[in-house]
Structure formats: C-alpha cells, structure tokens
Nanobody, 115 residues
Framework: QVQLVESGGGLVQAGGSLRLSCASSRNILSINYMGWYRQAPGKQRVLVARIADDGRTNYADSVKGRFTISRDNAKNTVDLQMNSLNIEDTAVYYC?????????WGQGAQVTVSS
C-alpha cells in the first residue's frame, strides 16, 4: 500500500498562486508516476500533471506554462506550483501514485479561485 497525504489548497484571487504538496509513505523512487488529477463540479476527473521516476513531466494543455510539478526524492514528496490561477482552475485536486498497475489516491485538496 501507499499512503498519500495532501496539503495546501485554499482560496485565492484570479492571477494568484498556490502550492500543493503530496507526501508518500513509500520511497517515491519505487513509484513510476506521481501527480495530480482534478475534478470540478459536474466535470470528469482529469489529469493535471504528472512526473515520472526519471523526472520527466507531462501537463494538461490548460495548465502548461502556469503549473510546475516537481519531486524531492529525499523527502518522498511531490509539489505542484500553480501560478496565474483562473476561475476555471477551481476544483478538488487529488494526488495520485502509480507504482506499476495499481493507483493510489490522496484525500483531495480544494482549490477555489475567485474573480
């Protein structure tokens, strides 16, 4: 099993920034991918960003240039820096970890962007 604990999130005005963090109970070097999905009310859960164990990253087109995902292997944490937030970024953000086949989820963090 992998336990994931998320922190961060909150309320921010459009144009502002937030930083999410996800702490893993397992050495993240043993996890192929980690990242975040988000789900807005009435919408499907979609991938926002992910980072592989070799450091390669992928981003949704809607957040490219604004969000940056990074990992600290020594601390077993993954961070998502979110800049230039807009109201369309409002959602619950779920950290995930994918060692091989199974996927593990964090508890979710609410991000609300106001106009």
């Amino acid at each position: 099993q992998v336990q994931l604990v998320e922190s961060g999130g909150g309320l921010v005005q459009a144009g502002g920034s937030l930083r999410l963090s996800c702490a893993s109970s397992r050495n993240i070097l043993s996890i192929n991918y980690m990242g975040w999905y988000r789900q807005a009310p009435g919408k499907q859960r979609v991938l926002v960003a992910r980072i592989a164990d070799d450091g390669r990253t992928n981003y949704a087109d809607s957040v490219k240039g604004r969000f940056t995902i990074s990992r600290d292997n020594a601390k077993n944490t993954v961070d998502l820096q979110m800049n230039s937030l807009n109201i369309e970024d409002t959602a619950v953000y779920y950290c995930y970890a994918q060692p091989i086949l199974r996927t593990y989820w964090g508890q979710g963090a609410q991000v609300t962007v106001s106009s």
